[in-house]
Structures are given as C-alpha cells and as structure tokens.
C-alpha cells in the first residue's frame, strides 16, 4: 500500500471556450393582461430564427415572443364584422 498515492495524481484544468456563443437567453417580459414581470431562458437559435412562445409566471397564459417564421396569423374580426371600434360619442 503505497501513502503517497495523491501526489501521483495529476490535476485537471477545468477550461472552456470564451468564443463559443451562449445557447441561451434571459428573457424579461411584463404580460399586458395581468401585469405580472416573468423571467424565461429561452433558446437563442429559437429566438433568432422561429417562433417562441413563453408562459406568463402570472396568468399562466402562453404569450407569443418572437414569430420569425410567420407561422401565426392574427385577424382582427371586429373589422371583419363590420363592428365599430371607435368609442367616440
């Protein structure tokens, strides 16, 4: 049995790539329907080049973020019906 085991060990250099870019982002948003701040990591490649969608910490209702792709449609159907939006008398 040999004591100095531990100074035949070598130590190891824990080491990263500076240049490497970060796959996340910190994403801060206020809801406009219940006013609550909710942080998200979220995908950088998703942000950049898709759709995201991120749940409010709040109203726990899914919001959309970033549509890149297109891929949601909105229509405002009060103009499709013929409704009046305007609120003046």
Same mark, same amino acid.
């Given at each position: 049995?040999?004591?100095?085991?531990?100074?035949?060990?070598?130590?190891?250099?824990?080491?990263?790539?500076?240049?490497?870019?970060?796959?996340?982002?910190?994403?801060? =948003?206020?809801? $406009?329907?219940?006013?609550?701040?909710?942080?998200? !990591?979220?995908?950088?490649? &998703?942000?950049?080049?898709? +759709?995201?969608?991120?749940?409010?910490?709040?109203?726990?209702?899914?919001?959309? =973020?970033?549509? $890149?792709?297109?891929?949601?449609?909105?229509?405002? !159907?009060?103009?499709?019906? &013929?409704?009046?939006?305007? +609120?003046?008398?």
């Amino acid at each position: 049995y040999n004591e100095d085991w531990k100074s035949q060990l070598t130590p190891y250099e824990a080491s990263f790539d500076i240049k490497l870019p970060r796959r996340s982002l910190l994403v801060q =948003f206020t809801c $406009n329907k219940c006013d609550a701040r909710t942080k998200r !990591l979220i995908n950088r490649v &998703g942000y950049e080049r898709g +759709t995201v969608f991120l749940q409010c910490a709040g109203c726990q209702v899914y919001h959309k =973020f970033v549509d $890149n792709l297109g891929l949601i449609v909105e229509y405002d !159907l009060r103009e499709e019906n &013929g409704v009046n939006t305007c +609120t003046e008398d």
